[in-house]
């Protein structure tokens, strides 16, 4: 039985510093490439929590999340490395993003007055960009129709450079392909970010991320969610209803009416009058601001991002590199041996067993098991971990897949940072989304938040889930 997880453990070429993510099905940590010569790199890596019941179905989820995703070779979509094998265990592999989640960049900008147009655009165009790539992806056989259908806040992570990146294609479906991962009518997704063919349990293809696109730039641009509602069902009944969308000048006075008309065709509840392609919409993005594009819209970009999180930047660095000091002071004590497992396989996809208990109250192995050896002070790395754990909570998301009767959630909840310094912008118009989750429907990641096991933690300032 493989040992449960804990900051220093070893999977294959890789050392675990710290979780930063943790849903009911799988935790995500921050890691480093183990390399010759000392060479190392920080990594993503995310792992399954024991699940015996629904162990195989979970295994093909991850093994067919790695393959999609290490298809797509562009800027604005999280990389996939590797998918490995330690001891009974499945990991996936992924570059480790120097940023932060798209809904927590907005709750700061929130406090601000929100996100000025121009960048709230140039966000979403990389986004669109990374969309079209995925969505072009083809094999020897032809294109395979893949369809991301998680487009949300959680599922974007913007650099401190201003570089907006997708991820977690958990539940991606390449929709020219056969599959087992979904079955007929079951829906995947976070109902407040899903077209109404996608709520509906209808095939479901580009045009559904197209339709999730659009509410994201329709909220980062007016501080609303388009089918705001106080509860689950309202949103439902908003987003499958036939009455469109609220115009977004209903919120901000003033609003661009090129900028407008491209929200209208995004949030058609017709998908036959959507842009047919996400490139379709970045396009006319690009020619409603094309102040947004260029060099102009990535100087204000980065800018935006150098005020808006530039202390958590700095405390984020310095948060890492005490932990790999802490990691590099365990390992010359002699705790744990680096030596990768001999079965380690790096490239396997196929289902393996994954039996051990789960982190959280996970029982203590008899004393004959126990390592005696002696350990350095619990003090010093208890202190470098909580450190770590309070810059990294919101950094990452993984995604949750909890089946009900009619619908499996994949929410994940952020850590709200400190308020912003004083700085002169120009703000938008701005308040955080009314919640429109339900208990029964949807369930959030629990982001560790102190060298304490990972616990839950209240919604991120998204609002809409």
Same mark, same amino acid.
């Given at each position: 039985?493989? *040992?449960?997880? @804990?900051?220093?453990?070893?999977?294959?070429?890789?050392?675990?510093?710290?979780?930063?993510?943790?849903?009911?099905?799988? @935790?995500?940590?921050?890691?480093?490439?183990?390399?010759?010569?000392?060479? =190392?790199?920080?990594?993503?890596?995310?792992?399954?929590?024991?699940?015996?019941?629904?162990?195989?179905?979970?295994?093909?989820?991850?093994?067919?999340?790695?393959?999609?995703?290490?298809?797509?070779?562009?800027?604005?979509? #999280?990389?996939?490395?590797?998918?490995?094998?330690?001891?009974?265990?499945?990991?996936?592999?992924?570059?480790?993003?120097?940023?932060?989640?798209?809904?927590?960049?907005?709750?700061? *900008?929130?406090?601000?007055?929100?996100?000025?147009?121009?960048?709230?655009?140039?966000?979403?165009?990389?986004?669109?960009?990374?969309?079209?790539?995925?969505?072009?992806?083809?094999?020897?056989?032809?294109?395979?129709?893949?369809?991301?259908?998680?487009?949300?806040?959680?599922?974007?992570?913007?650099?401190?450079?201003?570089?907006?990146?997708?991820?977690?294609?958990?539940?991606?479906?390449?929709?020219?392909?056969?599959?087992?991962?979904?079955?007929?009518?079951?829906?995947?997704?976070?109902?407040?970010?899903?077209?109404?063919? @996608?709520?509906?349990?209808?095939?479901?293809?580009? =045009?559904?991320?197209?339709?999730?696109? $659009?509410?994201?730039?329709?909220?980062? +641009?007016?501080?609303?969610?388009?089918?705001?509602?106080?509860?689950?069902? $309202?949103?439902?009944?908003?987003?499958?209803?036939?009455?469109?969308?609220?115009?977004?000048?209903?919120?901000?006075?003033?609003?661009?009416?090129?900028?407008?008309?491209?929200?209208?065709?995004?949030?058609?509840?017709?998908?036959?009058?959507?842009?047919?392609?996400?490139?379709?919409?970045?396009?006319?993005?690009?020619?409603?601001?094309?102040?947004?594009?260029?060099?102009?819209?990535?100087?204000?970009?980065?800018?935006?991002?150098?005020?808006?999180?530039?202390?958590?930047?700095?405390? =984020?660095?310095?948060?890492? =590199?005490?932990?790999?000091?802490?990691?590099?002071?365990?390992?010359?004590?002699?705790?744990?041996?680096?030596?990768?497992?001999?079965?380690?396989?790096?490239?396997?996809?196929?289902?393996?067993?994954?039996? @051990?208990?789960?982190?959280?109250?996970?029982?203590?192995?008899?004393?004959?098991?126990?390592?005696?050896?002696?350990?350095?002070?619990?003090?010093?790395?208890?202190?470098?971990?909580?450190?770590?754990?309070?810059?990294? $909570?919101?950094?990452?998301?993984?995604? #949750?897949?909890?089946? +009900?009767?009619?619908?499996?959630?994949?929410?994940? $909840? #952020?850590?709200?940072?400190?308020?912003?310094?004083?700085?002169? +912008?120009?703000?938008?118009?701005?308040?955080?989304?009314?919640?429109?989750?339900?208990?029964?429907?949807?369930?959030?990641?629990?982001?560790?938040?102190?060298?304490?096991?990972?616990?839950?933690?209240?919604?991120?300032?998204?609002?809409?889930?």
């Amino acid at each position: 039985m493989p *040992a449960p997880l @804990q900051p220093h453990s070893i999977l294959g070429r890789y050392q675990l510093l710290v979780p930063v993510a943790r849903g009911g099905m799988g @935790q995500v940590w921050l890691a480093r490439l183990q390399g010759a010569r000392g060479f =190392r790199r920080l990594v993503a890596i995310k792992t399954l929590l024991p699940n015996e019941a629904d162990r195989p179905r979970l295994e093909a989820m991850l093994a067919e999340e790695a393959r999609l995703a290490a298809l797509v070779h562009h800027a604005n979509v #999280v990389h996939t490395l590797e998918l490995g094998e330690h001891e009974g265990l499945l990991y996936l592999v992924m570059e480790w993003v120097d940023g932060e989640p798209l809904g927590f960049l907005q709750t700061r *900008a929130a406090e601000r007055g929100g996100l000025p147009l121009g960048v709230a655009v140039s966000l979403v165009s990389q986004l669109l960009a990374g969309l079209h790539a995925a969505h072009e992806l083809s094999d020897e056989a032809g294109l395979l129709g893949v369809v991301h259908r998680d487009v949300s806040p959680h599922n974007v992570l913007v650099t401190y450079e201003g570089v907006a990146k997708l991820l977690d294609f958990g539940i991606a479906k390449a929709t020219e392909q056969p599959s087992g991962n979904t079955g007929t009518g079951e829906i995947k997704g976070k109902f407040s970010y899903m077209a109404p063919e @996608q709520i509906l349990g209808e095939m479901v293809d580009r =045009r559904c991320d197209v339709f999730a696109a $659009g509410i994201l730039l329709y909220w980062l +641009t007016t501080g609303q969610h388009p089918f705001k509602h106080h509860n689950t069902a $309202g949103v439902i009944h908003a987003i499958t209803g036939s009455a469109p969308a609220p115009v977004a000048s209903t919120h901000v006075s003033g609003f661009p009416s090129a900028l407008e008309r491209v929200l209208v065709k995004a949030l058609e509840k017709d998908r036959e009058q959507r842009y047919a392609t996400a490139e379709e919409m970045r396009s006319a993005l690009e020619q409603a601001m094309p102040g947004a594009f260029g060099d102009s819209g990535r100087s204000s970009l980065r800018d935006f991002m150098a005020r808006a999180v530039g202390d958590r930047r700095i405390a =984020r660095g310095e948060a890492i =590199r005490r932990a790999q000091l802490t990691a590099d002071r365990e390992n010359e004590s002699g705790a744990r041996s680096l030596q990768p497992a001999s079965s380690q396989s790096a490239s396997s996809l196929g289902a393996i067993s994954i039996s @051990q208990p789960a982190p959280d109250g996970a029982p203590s192995p008899p004393a004959a098991a126990r390592d005696t050896r002696q350990r350095p002070p619990l003090g010093p790395w208890l202190a470098a971990t909580a450190g770590v754990l309070l810059a990294l $909570g919101s950094v990452l998301s993984v995604a #949750v897949r909890e089946q +009900t009767p009619f619908y499996r959630s994949a929410t994940t $909840g #952020v850590a709200r940072g400190a308020s912003l310094p004083s700085a002169p +912008t120009r703000p938008v118009a701005s308040s955080a989304p009314p919640a429109a989750s339900s208990s029964s429907a949807a369930s959030s990641v629990a982001v560790p938040s102190s060298a304490a096991p990972p616990m839950n933690l209240p919604k991120s300032g998204s609002g809409v889930e």
